[in-house]
């Protein structure tokens, strides 16, 4: 990070949500899902003019050592796994006490969303989704990495199937 990295605001009061917030490089967009640690953003990264999906630990949690050093190490072992099958870790950073990890944007829905729409998958798709899933695990598993969330809101499925 450079020294010239900040946060800026619409307002002065710090809000749960930091949509048009500018954090660092990135541009908060929107909300698109959050979790036990942290809230996930649609974000643009100025620099290279791309959207990226800008994961922000909880504020509450920001102030406890070991939760910063667990988000901090999802991002170092995330980083470590180049898969097709496997989102891209960019950049982990902390700006004014705002933790982030940015990360690739997958455009489409996550697995639950889908089967609460469609229904459950004809036997060839749910085949496919497994197969994938399976092989990112398996790069997982080779590197010494055990995924301890494994579930449907966490396997994205592109908007191209």
């Given at each position: 990070m450079s020294d010239t990295?900040?946060?800026?605001?619409?307002?002065?009061?710090?809000?749960?949500?930091?949509?048009?917030?500018?954090?660092?490089?990135?541009?908060?967009?929107?909300?698109?899902?959050?979790?036990?640690?942290?809230?996930?953003?649609?974000?643009?990264?100025?620099?290279?003019?791309?959207?990226?999906?800008?994961?922000?630990?909880?504020?509450?949690?920001?102030?406890?050592?070991?939760?910063?050093?667990?988000f901090q190490n999802e991002a170092r072992?995330?980083?470590?796994?180049?898969?097709?099958?496997?989102?891209?870790?960019?950049?982990v950073g902390q700006l004014e006490g705002v933790h982030f990890i940015a990360q690739e944007f997958v455009s489409g829905q996550n697995l639950r969303q889908l089967l609460n729409r469609h229904g459950p998958f004809d036997a060839s798709l749910a085949v496919t989704v497994m197969r994938q899933v399976s092989a990112a695990l398996h790069k997982a598993a080779r590197k010494g990495i055990v995924h301890r969330d494994i579930k449907p809101e966490n396997i994205m499925i592109t908007s191209a199937g």
């Open positions: 990295a900040h946060i800026s605001s619409p307002g002065s009061a710090l809000d749960p949500d930091l949509s048009g917030r500018t954090i660092g490089d990135y541009r908060v967009l929107r909300r698109i899902g959050h979790g036990a640690m942290a809230q996930v953003y649609l974000a643009e990264q100025l620099s290279l003019s791309r959207q990226v999906a800008l994961k922000v630990l909880k504020q509450e949690l920001a102030s406890d050592a070991s939760y910063v050093k667990r072992s995330a980083a470590a796994l180049v898969h097709a099958n496997i989102v891209q870790i960019y950049e």
